[in-house]
């Protein structure tokens, strides 16, 4: 019996090793530098305070997207839609949250590569646009026409090819008045050229929650999915998405000066604690669970072979 008790705390001890080590490896494996530092190149690090930017061409000098984070968009701001009809910001505010994106549909680049990469993303979330999430498309130039929105919105909601798009998609035109509060609340500065006549403007999209608050901005072109998921998840305060992804949203933290999300290690740590101790509970009730089952069992074992004998 006391051969069988060591041989039970060996593997008991065993056990709460293999439970810590598993642990320890959960928490290397979100820590390992899998995604580029704040300092990269690869997020367009910014020069360090007190530098003097040279050689920036003068449309460049005064584009940009500041962060308004928290603060509120104008809902009242009238538009047209792709039919030409007058419709109101707040419209598009159904509940839900909303991804704004700012471009201008005649561009010869830029802004194609903005809405690619939205498509791109969106095709990789399993959330639908029109269901889960509503998103909102606004030409900054005040030129353009219902007629080109229109244009440009069958093309990518072919592009989309989930039945819920074409309700969930806006694609909008406006006057210089509404573009301009729209631009200026968001934080979205931009220049005509005049020498290449065309606009200077930075790419990025904002994701905004369903009273019209900005919550969160993603820069660039290419918008990771994952990171998607997780503003609109938040951005919705839970009421969309699963307890997997309220988990990720714990362990992941948004970072204003990237716009991306990183590795919160703290709470990491914590959760991979958390999971030990739960890990060695259990292992605990079990071995006392089956250490009664097993005596009684033996016992049961050398009763039959004296009876036999």
């Known amino acids: 019996m006391q051969a069988a008790g060591n041989r039970k705390a060996i593997i008991a001890r065993r056990l709460v090793v293999a439970c810590l080590l598993l642990s320890a490896s959960c928490v290397l494996a979100f820590a390992q530098p899998g995604m580029p530092q704040p300092s990269s190149p690869l997020y367009g690090a910014r020069p360090e305070s007190g530098t003097v930017s040279t050689g920036l061409?003068?449309?460049?000098?005064?584009?940009?997207?500041?962060?308004?984070?928290?603060?509120?968009?104008?809902?009242?701001?009238?538009?047209?839609?792709?039919?030409?009809?007058?419709?109101?910001?707040?419209?598009?505010?159904?509940?839900?949250?909303?991804?704004?994106?700012?471009?201008?549909y005649s561009c010869p680049m830029l802004c194609t590569q903005v809405l690619n990469g939205q498509l791109g993303a969106f095709r990789n979330v399993s959330f639908n646009i029109g269901e889960q999430f509503e998103v909102v498309t606004v030409s900054f130039d005040a030129r353009e026409t219902p007629q080109l929105a229109s244009a440009k919105k069958q093309t990518y909601i072919k592009g989309y090819n989930r039945p819920s798009g074409e309700a969930g998609w806006h694609f909008l035109t406006g006057d210089e008045v509404n573009i301009t509060r729209l631009t200026e609340a968001v934080g979205f500065r931009f220049a005509w050229d005049e020498q290449t006549k065309q606009f200077a403007h930075a790419s990025g999209i904002m994701l905004l929650t369903p009273e019209g608050k900005l919550a969160r901005y993603f820069y660039g072109i290419d918008y990771p999915p994952k990171d998607l998921r997780m503003a609109l998840v938040e951005a919705s305060q839970n009421k969309i998405g699963t307890p997997v992804d309220a988990l990720m949203l714990y362990c992941y933290h948004y970072d204003p000066a990237t716009g991306k999300y990183g590795v919160v290690v703290m709470n990491v740590l914590r959760l991979a604690g958390i999971v030990t101790v739960i890990l060695i509970v259990g292992m605990i009730l079990v071995l006392r669970k089956r250490g009664p089952n097993s005596t009684t069992q033996a016992a049961a074992t050398e009763q039959d072979v004296n009876v036999g004998a």
């Open 57 to 104: 061409p003068k449309a460049l000098k005064n584009v940009g997207i500041d962060q308004r984070l928290n603060e509120q968009v104008p809902l009242d701001a009238v538009f047209k839609d792709e039919q030409g009809q007058e419709v109101r910001l707040g419209q598009f505010f159904k509940g839900k949250p909303v991804v704004l994106s700012l471009v201008y």
